[in-house]
């Protein structure tokens, strides 16, 4: 069974430009969260979608947005990018049902967004 | 609001000897507990979770966690390091109640180096 996929994994920007990274769930999930990990603010959480709806968004600015598609599969842009935009964005899928709170989070290896 | 400690962002034992890494939380409800673990260049791997059915957790790898509700406790264990355990473990809090799985807050994350 395939993993979260997360492309691209490796990009650079520089600041001012937008990036859209995707991710697509383990094949049957139905959840899909992002998280942002920096040394200095560690794992942040960005957003969480289920079925195509938005259901719990973190403290970011409105730069940073998300959308999920009827195949589960979702994608975050940022918008107007900023030095402190650089990261590893990570992926997370769950739920092959009812979301649960024992359930687990799968995450993917993520995308490494440079910003020069 | 809950809240996740780790003490120790660096943890160093040599092979063979114990590993313990400690955890904190702060939650005003029941929590669930998670230890995930990332290597480098690698998203997160979940360790162990704690859901309330048993307090002693066993994971893979030969980790173990104990929850201690008094202590507001959550630390992860290892009766024998091997070089492989080598890497960043994050311990994670959700909470319990609402539909919204997919926010996990994580501590700052623990790099544990293993000795020859």
């Known amino acids: 069974k395939a993993g979260v996929t997360q492309t691209p994994r490796y990009l650079i920007k520089t600041r001012g430009q937008q990036v859209t990274l995707s991710c697509s769930p383990i094949s049957g999930h139905r959840s899909v969260s992002w998280y942002q990990q920096t040394p200095g603010q560690g794992l942040q959480f960005l957003f969480e979608?289920?079925?195509?709806?938005?259901?719990n968004k973190g403290n970011f600015p409105g730069r940073f947005s998300g959308r999920q598609f009827s195949n589960s599969r979702s994608e975050m842009n940022v918008s107007t990018l900023e030095l402190g935009d650089s990261a590893l964005y990570l992926c997370a899928s769950s739920s092959q049902g009812t979301p649960s709170p024992t359930g687990e989070l799968f995450f993917g290896e993520g995308s490494r967004l440079t910003v020069l | 609001a809950q809240s996740v400690t780790q003490l120790g962002s660096h943890v160093s034992v040599s092979e063979g000897a114990l590993v313990l890494l400690r955890c904190n939380y702060s939650?005003?409800?029941?929590?669930?507990l998670f230890w995930y673990v990332q290597y480098p260049n690698q998203g997160l791997q979940l360790l162990l979770k704690y859901t309330s059915a048993a307090t002693l957790v066993k994971g893979i790898n030969g980790f173990e966690a104990e929850f201690k509700k008094s202590e507001t406790s959550f630390h992860l264990t290892k009766p024998s390091a091997h070089m492989s355990d080598a890497a960043e473990y994050f311990c994670a809090v959700r909470r319990g109640g609402g539909t919204s799985y997919g926010k996990l807050t994580f501590g700052q994350g623990t790099i544990l180096t293993v000795h020859p």
């Open positions: 939650s005003s409800v029941p929590p669930y």
């Open positions: 979608y289920f079925s195509e709806t938005q259901r």
